[in-house]
């Protein structure tokens, strides 16, 4: 896929916008639509607003934001898609309203073009049923902020040909993202481990911990710049119930905690303050519990073929931007260490495969 490739956004929202601002930054041409005009309208501004702001600070020059500006068009019409070669869709998490979409976009796009979902917790699979030629159709799910978030899960269906891997890698390459490739599974990659992480934090604080000496501990042992529950209240605690309640189906491990579902359902936040310190034996335990949450949630996705040591390792260095990598990190523990941390989540249930195959 070259700059020549005309890139259609479906979605004018936060994620959707951010989406089109950083591929037309790359220099593609692109289309972003929403059936809304007032939407577009809002989300044009804020793009303008961005690249203001990113003159201002240096990061790019007053000609470089007017010739991103003018490679970004808007439209109402979805038919002013038709030229792209590549279509991402960017609206409500909506199993329904995405394949109506898809279905719209089968008969409008040429046979070759490619077709992506950016879903974060419906499944590649089950959507591609609304596409034709399905082979031509993957997720490429973004990180908050899209415009400047370094990653990129390049999502393989049961029936994406390589040939559309291969174009979407370039694609990421070309506008400055990392990839992650991945089966389709729930959570895919990140989320598969990172929901698990919160929640097992929540569950901390059912069990009587402190909602700032966790996120106080955390930053200290993940080396990340804010906690879990900091984390949630900026993006919203319904939003990690939401995800929760997603990889829920995969058993007792991934159900939502007691708190998580009050705090998520009720609309309120955590506000939690961090406490000056924290006590070393308490942090510990709490470090650990996280850990093993995470490396629970990362050994059966690799039992999965999810996706590769290395690929968990970069999602949680540049998308979450953690110190400590579950995979890195496990190696270093040992397998003794790495079993004693997961086996509290497994009840009697045999540990995964990977465990012993992530130190062979």
């Known amino acids: 896929m070259n ?34 005009p007032a939407v577009l309208e809002r989300a044009m501004g804020q793009i303008k607003g961005s690249l203001g702001r990113a003159v201002e600070k240096g990061r790019m020059t007053a000609a470089e934001a007017t010739a991103t500006l003018d490679r970004l068009t808007s439209s109402a019409d979805i038919a002013g898609l038709a030229p792209c070669g590549l279509v991402i869709e960017a609206i409500i998490e909506n199993a329904e309203a995405k394949a109506g979409l898809f279905r719209t976009l089968s008969g409008l796009l040429s046979p070759d073009a490619l077709i992506a979902t950016n879903t974060s917790s419906l499944k590649v699979d089950d959507l591609a049923d609304a596409v034709s030629r399905p082979e031509r159709f993957l997720g490429l799910h973004y990180f908050f902020p899209a415009a400047v978030n370094p990653l ?35 959570g895919f990659a990140v989320n598969r481990f990172f929901v698990p992480y919160l929640n097992e934090a929540v569950r901390l604080v059912d069990e009587g911990f402190n909602a700032g000496d966790i996120d106080l501990a955390i930053t200290q042992g993940f080396g990340t710049a804010i906690g879990p529950f900091k984390l949630m209240d900026i993006s919203k605690p319904v939003i990690a119930l939401h ?25 309120a936040s955590w506000s939690a303050e961090l406490p000056a310190s924290v006590d070393p034996a308490k942090a510990a335990i709490i470090v650990e519990r996280l850990q093993g949450a995470v490396l629970t949630a990362v050994l ?33 523990l040992g397998r003794a260490g790495t079993k004693a941390l997961v086996a509290r989540h497994f009840h009697g249930r045999p540990l995964p495969r990977s465990l012993d195959a992530l130190f062979g």
């Open 243 to 267: 995800a929760c309640r997603t990889l829920a189906r995969m058993g007792p491990f991934y159900q939502p905690a007691a708190s998580l579902v009050t705090v998520g359902e009720s609309g």
């Open 300 to 332: 059966e996705a690799l039992d999965e073929d999810v996706a590769a040591p290395e690929d968990f390792d970069l999602g949680a260095r540049i998308g979450l931007q953690w110190n400590w990598q579950p995979c890195a990190g496990a190696r270093t």
């Open 3 to 36: 700059l020549e490739t005309k890139i259609g956004l479906v979605g004018a929202g936060t994620m959707g916008a951010a989406i089109a601002q950083g591929a037309a930054t790359s220099g593609f041409t692109v289309i972003l639509h929403d059936r809304a």
């Open 152 to 186: 990129l899960e390049i999502v393989r269906g049961r029936v994406t040909s390589e040939a559309a891997m291969a174009a979407a890698a370039i694609f990421a390459k070309t506008t400055g993202k990392q990839a992650i490739r991945c089966r389709d599974a729930f």
